[in-house]
C-alpha cells in the first residue's frame, strides 16, 4: 500500500510517499514561497536523485499537481500512475477536544476542524486548505487526518484546566491543549522498544526540542501534562518563541512601548526566545557559535535554555511520581551533544548517569546513560510522518 503524507504550511508544503510494505519513502519533497515570488519545489526519490523545480506556485492546489506530476515523471518520478496512491494522510496541527485519535475526514470532520480553527488561525487553515485541494484532485482516495495535539487529550483536567474564570474554558475553550503529540508518542513508544520494557510500566519524560520545543510526561503510555498550552508558545524557550513569562508582562510591555496586540504577540511568537535574548539568531548552532566566541547574550540564551528544559524534567517527575526514562529528540534533541549534557546536568540525585562516549553521538537510537544508571536518558530521533502514514493505513484498511 503506497500512502502520501502531505503536511500543509500557510506557504509551504512538505510531502512523503510511502510504501507500507517496508514503510519504506519512495520519495519526498518540499514546496516553498506558495503565493510568493521564487516559489519553488525540493525533490528527492527514494534513488537520492535530488531536483529542483522553479515555477511559479502561486496556490496550494497548484503546488499539489505540481507534486503529483512529479511522483509520476519519466524521468525521476517513483509511480506510473497516480491510482498507486491509496490514501492520503494530513498532519492538522489543532483537533480541539475533538480528536483524542486520528481520523478518516469526511463533511462533518471538516465542519469540526473549521470550527476550532481560531484556536490556530495560522496552522490549521492552511492544513484544512491541502485536505480540500486534495479531495479535488484525488475524489475517490481516503483522506485522514492526524492531530498534533491528539495524543495530549488524556491529560487531566488539573493538567489541563488555566487558573482563569472556568467560564473561558467553556464559552471558548481557553485550556491546555498541547502539540507535537505525533513526535511524544512515538518516541514513547520507540523507548519502551529499546528499553524491552512495557510502555504501560513507564514514566518517561520526552524532550522534543527544536525550532519549536516541548516536553511531555508519558505515564503509561499516556500523555498526563506536557509544557504547550493553548497555542505553541508556552513552555520552554525556544526558537523564536518566549515560552513561560509572568503574563503581567504582556500589558506592562504593551503600554510601555505602546503597541497593539497584534504587534506584541508577534514579539511573543517571532522575536523572542533564542533569538531574542541572543540578539544573533534563533538557531541554536548559530548561537552556540557566538557563546563560544564569548557573546554574553548568546551563552545567557542557551542557559536560559537548558535551564527551563531541566526545570521541566524535575516537575514532571513530581507529577508522575518518578521517572524511568528521558529522550531527546527533534532538531536540537537529537543533534547537539553539548545541550544534552547540559540539561542532564546536575540530574544525578535523580538518578541520571550520562555516557560521555555514548552522549558524543548525533541523530540516531541510542542510550546515553550508564549501564548503572537507574533512570536512562536516550536519543531517539522523530518520525511524524511515519505514524501519519502508519494510522492513515491502519483507518483506512
Ligand atoms: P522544527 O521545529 O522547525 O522542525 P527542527 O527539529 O528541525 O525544527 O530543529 C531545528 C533546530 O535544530 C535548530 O535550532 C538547529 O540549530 C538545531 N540543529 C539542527 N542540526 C543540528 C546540529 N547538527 N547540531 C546542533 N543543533 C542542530
Redesign the pocket.
Known amino acids: 500500500m503506497k500512502i502520501l503524507v502531505i503536511n500543509s504550511g500557510s506557504s509551504s508544503l512538505k510531502y512523503q510517499l510511502f510504501n507500507m510494505e517496508t514503510e519504506s519513502v519512495l520519495a519526498k519533497g518540499l514546496i516553498q514561497r506558495i503565493g510568493i515570488e521564487d516559489s519553488f519545489l525540493e525533490y528527492e526519490n527514494g534513488s537520492g536523485e535530488e531536483i529542483v523545480i522553479e515555477k511559479d506556485i502561486p496556490t496550494h492546489k497548484l503546488g499539489i499537481e505540481l507534486l503529483l506530476e512529479t511522483l509520476l515523471s519519466e524521468d525521476h518520478g517513483v509511480l506510473e500512475d497516480i491510482n498507486e496512491i491509496e490514501a492520503v494522510g494530513h498532519r492538522i496541527v489543532h483537533g480541539g477536544e475533538e480528536f483524542a485519535e486520528s481520523a478518516v475526514i469526511d463533511n462533518q470532520t471538516i465542519k469540526k476542524l473549521e470550527d476550532v480553527a481560531d484556536l490556530a488561525p495560522l496552522h490549521n487553515p492552511p492544513n484544512i486548505m491541502g485536505i480540500k485541494v486534495c479531495q479535488e484532485l484525488m475524489p475517490d482516495k481516503p483522506q485522514v487526518g492526524v492531530f498534533d495535539t491528539a495524543f495530549h487529550q488524556s491529560m487531566p483536567e488539573k493538567a489541563y484546566i488555566y487558573a482563569l474564570p472556568y467560564e473561558y474554558y467553556k464559552k471558548h475553550g481557553v485550556r491546555r491543549y498541547g502539540f507535537h503529540g505525533t513526535s511524544h508518542g512515538y518516541v514513547a513508544q520507540r523507548a519502551s522498544k529499546m528499553l524491552d520494557q512495557p510502555l504501560e510500566e513507564l514514566k518517561i519524560v520526552t524532550c522534543h526540542l527544536?525550532?519549536?520545543a516541548s516536553v511531555a510526561a508519558v505515564k503509561n503510555g499516556k500523555s498526563v501534562d506536557t509544557s504547550m498550552g493553548l497555542t505553541p508558545l508556552e513552555g520552554l524557550v525556544m526558537?523564536t518563541r518566549c515560552g513561560d513569562i509572568d503574563p503581567a508582562i504582556i500589558p506592562f510591555i504593551m503600554e510601555k512601548e505602546n503597541i497593539s496586540a497584534a504587534e506584541m504577540d508577534n514579539i511573543l511568537n517571532k522575536e523572542s526566545g533564542l533569538l531574542g535574548v541572543s540578539g544573533i539568531s534563533?538557531?541554536?548552532?548559530d548561537v552556540?557559535n557566538a557563546a563560544a566566541k564569548g557573546n554574553h547574550q548568546a551563552e545567557t540564551a542557551l542557559d536560559l535554555f537548558n535551564y527551563r528544559v531541566k526545570k521541566y524534567i524535575g516537575a514532571y517527575t513530581a507529577a508522575m511520581g518518578g521517572i524511568d526514562a528521558i529522550v531527546f529528540t527533534?532538531?536540537?534533541g537529537e543533534?547537539?551533544i553539548e545541550t544534552r549534557e547540559k540539561i542532564l546536568e546536575g540530574l544525578e540525585y535523580l538518578g541520571v548517569k550520562v555516557d560521555e562516549n555514548a552522549n558524543n553521538c548525533?541523530g540516531k537510537e541510542v542510550i546515553i546513560s550508564t549501564d548503572d544508571s537507574k533512570v536512562k536518558a536516550m536519543i531517539i530521533p522523530t518520525n511524524e510522518e511515519l505514524v501519519i502514514a502508519r494510522d492513515t493505513m491502519e483507518l483506512v484498511s
Open positions: 527544536g525550532n519549536g526558537g534563533s538557531d541554536s548552532r552556540g527533534a532538531g536540537i543533534n547537539s548525533r
